[in-house]
């Protein structure tokens, strides 16, 4: 961080404050004094005249003293009058922000003290404007080279600032400032705009060409001078999640050879020891119990590999016509569960798949919050697809957890698997379908999952298992 100067008083300045000073006060008064005492020498010399009368005397010592008077007292007020002038032009120079504007004034009075801290007063403010605008520029640099996409809203729902990549995101590059938000969101794909006009956090994924974006949004109401602002930050986190993903992976690799070593290694020291009893007749009582050993460890063994092995062999999905009302009477066994709305007549989807999709959802909401909390689910039925949203009063979800929501094997729970997420994401992808997260206004977590119309392409095997 760049950091001022610290206001520096130079030697002739040091020099000249120690220097005796004949005061302003004591100039004026040492000048009337002087005045009076030339007038009474005036008045001296005019009562020296014959035929003179007092009147006329006074006349002449107008006459002389006046002018003379009036010269004097302009000649002490006029560096005065400079320096007023100049003060005041260099103070509206500050006012226009330009801090560069000394004075020259080399004498010892009140004046050149004013002078002087003017001056430092002006030296001050142009540093401390330098390291302002140094400031400035580096955060406009850093801004600019960010990878997140970065909008400043205003009070009047105008974008005041954007950086380079939202530009390049939003608009292909063309320039943002003064538009207003609206406009930008209806240039935005649809899954995007849904949760900009949320004003919460979000996590969504957009369909592309190649492959599919996954997106996180966060935003934050602040005020600046004085005034209601929007900071809006959109990250790209498919790299990252890939990453992350791959990591992940390794991890789970690690924790099957662990468990597998775990296992193997007591089954190997049992059959050690029933080739033992075996070569021990008198000791055959035992065996029963070293094979009841090695059956648990193989159960424990086989329970453990197929909780893993169930999220890799997702079945391709068989939509059929479904009874949306007849389909979520079956989540009955859990009382806070509430419809906010009548459900559309019918829906095309696997209903076995859909039914894990909407359990995990609901499991996950009622755990999410307080005992007794309510838990609101919504069907609706648009052109474009149907939405079907899982919404909880629960303490929400940071950053960090949004982001890493959907990686498989990632869980904030002690007990949990991981699993639910990303499984409830695989198998609204192979319906040709996506999963969104999204922060809820005064807290809770708001999970939306859209499933296509009949006509929609339904994928004929299971997807791969990516965190895009």
Known sequence: MVQPAPPTTSSATRETSKQPRFSLAGKFTAGFLVLLILMAAIATAATQLPDLSPLAIFLVILLVGLPLGAWFVGRLLRPLDRVVRGVSDGIRSFRDRDFSVRLAYRRT???????????????????????????????????????????????????????????????????????????????????????????????????????????????????????????????????????????????????????????????????????????????????????????????HLRHFIESYARFARLPAPRPAAVDWEEFLSGFSEYPTLRLDEAPPKRGYFDPSQMRQVVQNLVKNAVEAGEAGSPVDLRVRETLAGTYLQVLDRGRGMDSETMEKALLPFYSTKQTGTGLGLPLCREILEAHGGKISLQARDEGGTIVTCWLPTRRGKIRSSPPRHAAS
């Not at 009070?155 to 063309?174: H, K, P, W």
């Not at 406009?183 to 849904?194: D, F, Y």
């Not at 934050?220 to 930050?233: C, E, G």
Request: glycine share 6%; with cysteine.
């Open 109 to 299: 009075d009140e004046v050149g003290d004013l002078v002087r801290h003017y001056n430092e007063v002006g030296q001050i403010l142009q540093q401390e404007r330098q390291a302002v605008r140094q400031r400035e520029l580096l955060l406009q640099t850093a801004l600019d080279r960010s990878p997140a996409a970065i909008l400043l809203v205003n009070q009047i729902d105008r974008i005041i600032y954007s950086n380079r990549e939202a530009r390049r995101l939003l608009t292909g590059g063309v320039k943002l400032e003064g538009c207003t938000f609206a406009e930008i969101q209806a240039g935005c794909p649809p899954e995007m705009r849904e949760i900009l006009s949320s004003e919460t956090d979000g996590l969504f994924t957009v369909p592309g060409k190649a492959q599919s974006e996954t997106y996180h949004l966060s935003q934050r109401h602040f005020q600046l001078n004085r005034s209601h602002h929007r900071l809006v930050l959109l990250r790209r986190l498919t790299g990252e999640l890939g990453r992350q993903e791959a990591e992940t992976w390794k991890k789970v690799i690690r924790v099957i050879s662990h468990e597998l070593n775990n296992s193997l290694a007591p089954i190997s020291s049992l059959v050690h020891s029933a080739q033992r009893i075996h070569r021990e007749p008198e000791h055959a009582d035992r065996m029963e119990g070293v094979f009841e050993s090695i059956r648990d460890r193989l159960q």
